[in-house]
């Protein structure tokens, strides 16, 4: 193995966990500073003093295999929360969740545009900039209220179905806007690509239904946890290769699987060995990596030189974010803290940001605007650090006055949970 790939990995592990400890100290969540720690060995600071590090971003093989371990690690990190999510609980918040979706995407959206429109953006880029004013980053949002302690709450409950409604639609959208890009004809782009989103939730029920009583006797039979990990692992690849089939990215399969799985093994001897096992593999070395690869793609000389657009677009996608957000959390009865927290968590854009910009640049939609990029990917950068304090600040104070309850609603083990029994 390459000497240089095991310094990399070294150095990237030691600065997130070193970061994630320093600002946990200051009461903040510890994906802040591996966001930060991305920052710090990219090339806006160390990339300046030590050239030789340019390998660990810069295009090439290296790059590549980080790259890939940060999306193992994204993946692994849905699935790990999918095993802590009931659902149950995403079902009961699933009305106020699409509600909070919907305006949650149309008044951030309508502010792109105009935007966009203000600084000579038209056509197909004008249309996914209002995309990524509304996007949502799930898996950053559920990795944040894991680093709280707050999966399993009503609020946590609310945030995770709006934040999957919210990414589910607009990977919709940008399909379309890709296929019309492309050449192909956008009403046939967008029946295919619905009909794949439909197959896909079709798969997953019918594999609760028929499989799941059958994977409950065998992990009940096994004696080993690294046994039932493997099954853990396997049901997870299985679902997100079938996701990415249809068109979705291939964590909310991985995601999927989790919650799947959560009902099957929950009261089983061997499942504490399982979550033991993900949470050290994820949380202790995949997904720091992914958290600090973000911060690698930060160019600040580009947004310097257009920095009145990023200030409009960064007001956009957080207050157009929140502000439609707490409305429609208001209106469904919320207390106003309680509101402002769903929005300040909604505003985080992360992942699926960078996921969206990535494939806009590739496939030629920022052509002769390539400074587009580097300003979606501090927007989203900005955003998801700014979501955890305020998300923080908004719900502590819910939670003394006695708004915001942190009670988890009791589930039954196993299959008393989705109405299978052993």
């Known amino acids: 193995?390459?000497?240089?790939?095991?310094?990399?990995?070294?150095?990237?592990?030691?600065?997130?966990?070193?970061?994630?400890?320093?600002?946990?100290?200051?009461?903040?969540?510890?994906?802040?500073?591996?966001?930060l720690a991305g920052i710090v060995l990219g090339p806006f600071i160390l990339g300046r003093l030590f050239v030789g590090l340019h390998d660990m971003w810069e295009p090439g093989s290296r790059s590549t295999f980080m790259g890939q371990l940060a999306d193992l690690g994204m993946l692994f990190l849905m699935l790990y929360v999918g095993l802590e999510f009931s659902p149950k609980l995403i079902k009961a918040s699933s009305w106020l969740g699409t509600s909070i979706a919907a305006v949650g995407i149309a008044?951030?959206?309508?502010?792109?545009?105009?935007?966009?429109?203000?600084?000579?953006?038209?056509?197909?880029?004008?249309?996914?900039?209002?995309?990524?004013?509304?996007?949502?980053?799930?898996?950053?949002?559920?990795?944040?209220?894991?680093?709280?302690?707050?999966?399993?709450?009503?609020?946590?409950?609310?945030?995770?179905?709006?934040?999957?409604i919210t990414d589910i639609l607009l990977l919709l959208v940008l399909a379309i806007i890709i296929g019309a890009w492309e050449g192909s004809a956008t009403w046939s782009t967008?029946?295919?690509?619905?009909?794949?989103?439909?197959?896909?939730?079709?798969?997953?029920?019918l594999v609760g239904r028929l499989i799941v009583p059958h994977l409950y006797r065998l992990l009940r039979w096994m004696r080993t946890g690294e046994a039932a990990f493997a099954v853990a692992v396997g049901m997870a690849m299985l679902f997100a290769i079938a996701a990415e089939r249809v068109g979705l990215p291939g964590v909310i399969g991985a995601f999927i699987a989790g919650l799947l799985l959560r009902e099957t093994g929950r009261g089983l001897k061997v499942?504490?060995?399982?979550?033991?096992?993900?949470?050290?593999?994820?949380?202790?070395?995949?997904?720091?990596?992914?958290?600090?690869?973000?911060?690698?793609?930060?160019?600040?000389?580009?947004?310097?030189?257009?920095?009145?657009?990023?200030?409009?677009?960064?007001?956009?996608?957080?207050?157009?974010?929140?502000?439609?957000?707490?409305l429609v959390a208001k209106l469904g009865g919320l207390s106003t803290n309680e509101s402002m927290a769903i929005g300040s968590m909604m505003m985080g854009k992360g992942a699926m940001e960078l996921v969206f910009a990535q494939i806009a640049l590739e496939v030629g939609l920022f052509a002769g605007r390539e400074y587009l990029f580097s300003l979606l990917v501090l927007m989203a950068f900005i955003s998801t650090i700014l979501a955890p304090v305020f998300f923080k600040l908004y719900y502590n104070r819910g939670v003394v006055a006695g708004e915001i309850s942190t009670q988890r609603p009791v589930m039954h083990e196993a299959y008393g949970d989705i109405g299978l029994s052993p």
């Open 190 to 205: 967008a029946v295919y690509i619905a009909v794949g989103f439909a197959l896909f939730f079709v798969f997953a029920l």
């Open 1 to 35: 193995m390459d000497l240089m790939l095991l310094v990399y990995v070294l150095l990237i592990i030691a600065f997130a966990k070193a970061l994630g400890e320093a600002v946990s100290r200051i009461n903040q969540p510890p994906i802040v500073g591996e966001l």
């Open 271 to 326: 499942w504490t060995r399982v979550e033991g096992i993900l949470s050290g593999v994820t949380l202790g070395f995949l997904a720091p990596i992914f958290f600090v690869l973000i911060g690698f793609s930060v160019k600040f000389e580009l947004v310097a030189e257009h920095l009145l657009l990023f200030v409009a677009i960064l007001l956009v996608a957080l207050v157009g974010k929140v502000g439609g957000t707490f």
């Open 107 to 164: 008044v951030p959206a309508v502010l792109g545009v105009v935007v966009g429109l203000a600084f000579d953006l038209d056509g197909l880029t004008l249309a996914f900039m209002a995309v990524a004013m509304a996007v949502t980053a799930l898996p950053v949002t559920i990795r944040i209220l894991k680093d709280m302690d707050v999966i399993g709450t009503r609020t946590s409950g609310t945030i995770v179905s709006a934040a999957l």
